[in-house]
């Protein structure tokens, strides 16, 4: 527990109030150093893995992270940086995202030194007097402070009572996990903050509020985002993230590299040759030494020597009609068939290299041959009668 606040804070954009992280050091105890991800999507991207990158050097510098799964706030919805109300989630599909979190966070995560907890644990049996409680801590005009909030109000766009009281119901996480320091992106002062005020309230010394900046996605402008498509999941694998990180333009190279890979020199050299470096760096940090310099030996055979790669999926039809866009979302992973309709109309799939344009063929017609959709999905096709054994099986 040597690391001073002034390393513990790099690359912070905000730790407040100024001198509190140095006190709360001084204490000569781990802290509690809590985040809070709200299961809204499947998976962790690297966006998500700036502030989780925090979090780990806070466990290194031996204090205690304590990881929230929001399965009752992703009820909610945060209204951070939101211009509408957000849809709902089914409990089904929150507990489905909120399993994948917790595997894919301890990718960057000590699990040894991580305190996991859902704070479904005190919000789901929560009744009206503790609520009443929690409500009264803060005002309406506070609330109303938000830009995102103030923005819509004037906008005459619907805040829900609901919104409002999500603020509230993470400043409370800090009460019932009695958080020392909570992280966040920059769009989360506002709930950091409100923490303290909340944590006050209930007796407890509040937290320090500690943001970290948003990571651009690969479009090098707009907040990385699987809703948006400009992400890299971290549990993708090493040629989706060598492939993808090869599209961040050069003027966004250095954040990146600032922000992900803060102990390595920044890009100086040829932006090419730095964006394959840091293309690299993210395989071998998600699937281990090595991992980098394969996946671009494939990226090399692929778009260099216009080569198909030369281990690929075997993808098994049986004889008779096959409709091509559910095999390219059965076999080589395409999101939907309205996805793969498009990738055909664009020209985007191909057989032995030659572009494919209808939606229904013969599986004798594609038997043996390569199928290939967009830049980076190939598997050979093979036709087998049912129970019959596939060649190469």
Same mark, same amino acid.
């Given at each position: 527990?040597?690391?001073?606040?002034?390393?513990?804070?790099?690359?912070?954009?905000?730790?407040?109030?100024?001198?509190?992280?140095?006190?709360?050091?001084?204490?000569?105890?781990?802290?509690?150093?809590?985040?809070?991800?709200?299961?809204?999507?499947?998976?962790?991207?690297?966006?998500?893995?700036?502030?989780?990158?925090?979090?780990?050097?806070?466990?290194?510098?031996?204090?205690?992270?304590?990881?929230?799964?929001?399965?009752?706030?992703?009820?909610?919805?945060?209204?951070?940086?939101?211009?509408?109300?957000?849809?709902?989630?089914?409990?089904?599909?929150?507990?489905?995202? $909120?399993?994948?979190?917790?595997?894919? =966070?301890?990718?960057?995560?000590?699990? $040894?030194? !991580?305190?996991?907890?859902?704070?479904?644990?005190?919000?789901?049996?929560?009744?009206?007097?503790?609520?009443?409680?929690?409500? =009264? !801590? !803060?005002?309406?005009?506070?609330?109303?402070?938000? @830009?995102?909030?103030?923005? *819509?109000?004037?906008?005459?766009?619907?805040?829900?009572?609901?919104?409002?009281?999500?603020?509230?119901?993470?400043?409370?996480?800090?009460?019932?996990?009695?958080?020392?320091?909570?992280?966040?992106?920059?769009?989360?002062?506002? @709930?950091?903050?409100?923490? *303290?005020?909340?944590?006050?309230?209930?007796?407890?010394?509040?937290?320090? =509020?500690?943001?970290?900046?948003?990571?651009?996605?690969?479009?090098?402008?707009?907040?990385?985002?699987?809703?948006?498509?400009?992400?890299?999941?971290?549990?993708?694998?090493?040629?989706?993230?060598?492939?993808?990180?090869? *599209?961040?333009?050069?003027?966004?190279?250095?954040?990146?590299?600032?922000?992900?890979?803060?102990?390595?020199?920044?890009?100086?050299?040829?932006?090419?040759?730095?964006?394959?470096?840091?293309?690299?760096?993210?395989?071998?940090?998600?699937? +281990?030494?090595? $991992? +980098?310099?394969?996946?671009?030996?494939?990226?090399?055979?692929?778009?260099?020597?216009?080569?198909?790669?030369?281990?690929?999926?075997?993808?098994?039809?049986?004889?008779?009609?096959?409709?091509?866009?559910?095999?390219?979302?059965?076999?080589?992973?395409?999101?939907?068939?309205?996805?793969?309709?498009?990738?055909?109309?664009?020209?985007?799939?191909?057989?032995?290299?030659?572009?494919?344009? +209808?939606?229904?063929?013969?599986?004798?017609?594609?038997?043996?041959?390569?199928?290939?959709?967009?830049?980076?999905?190939?598997?050979?096709?093979?036709?087998?009668?049912?129970?019959?054994?596939?060649?190469?099986?």
């Amino acid at each position: 527990m040597g690391t001073g606040a002034a390393a513990l804070a790099a690359r912070a954009v905000d730790c407040l109030p100024p001198g509190e992280l140095e006190r709360k050091l001084a204490l000569e105890r781990p802290l509690r150093v809590k985040l809070g991800v709200d299961p809204t999507a499947p998976d962790i991207h690297l966006g998500h893995s700036v502030v989780l990158g925090k979090l780990r050097e806070f466990q290194d510098a031996g204090h205690r992270a304590v990881l929230i799964i929001g399965d009752w706030t992703a009820r909610v919805g945060d209204p951070s940086g939101r211009t509408s109300t957000r849809p709902m989630l089914s409990a089904a599909e929150i507990d489905a995202n $909120a399993a994948t979190y917790r595997d894919q =966070a301890f990718r960057i995560l000590d699990p $040894a030194r !991580t305190e996991v907890r859902s704070n479904g644990e005190w919000f789901a049996d929560m009744g009206l007097a503790p609520l009443f409680r929690l409500a =009264a !801590t !803060t005002t309406v005009n506070q609330l109303l402070r938000r @830009n995102d909030f103030a923005e *819509r109000m004037e906008a005459d766009q619907p805040v829900s009572v609901l919104e409002l009281l999500y603020p509230l119901m993470q400043a409370y996480d800090s009460v019932a996990v009695r958080a020392d320091v909570e992280l966040g992106g920059t769009d989360q002062l506002f @709930n950091l903050l409100l923490g *303290r005020t909340v944590q006050e309230a209930y007796g407890q010394d509040p937290q320090v =509020a500690m943001t970290m900046p948003i990571l651009p996605g690969t479009d090098g402008v707009r907040r990385m985002s699987k809703s948006l498509g400009n992400y890299i999941g971290v549990a993708e694998d090493p040629d989706e993230q060598f492939g993808k990180a090869m *599209r961040v333009p050069d003027e966004a190279m250095g954040e990146w590299m600032r922000l992900l890979f803060p102990a390595e020199p920044g890009p100086d050299g040829h932006p090419g040759e730095e964006k394959r470096r840091l293309a690299r760096l993210i395989a071998d940090r998600f699937h +281990g030494a090595g $991992a +980098g310099a394969a996946a671009e030996e494939r990226f090399n055979r692929v778009f260099r020597e216009r080569l198909a790669p030369e281990e690929m999926a075997v993808v098994e039809v049986p004889p008779g009609p096959v409709h091509l866009p559910a095999l390219l979302v059965d076999g080589l992973g395409v999101a939907s068939r309205s996805e793969a309709r498009r990738l055909i109309e664009q020209g985007g799939v191909t057989l032995d290299g030659e572009p494919v344009s +209808g939606l229904d063929l013969v599986a004798s017609d594609l038997d043996g041959r390569v199928l290939r959709a967009g830049r980076r999905r190939f598997a050979r096709v093979s036709m087998h009668e049912a129970g019959s054994t596939p060649r190469g099986g």
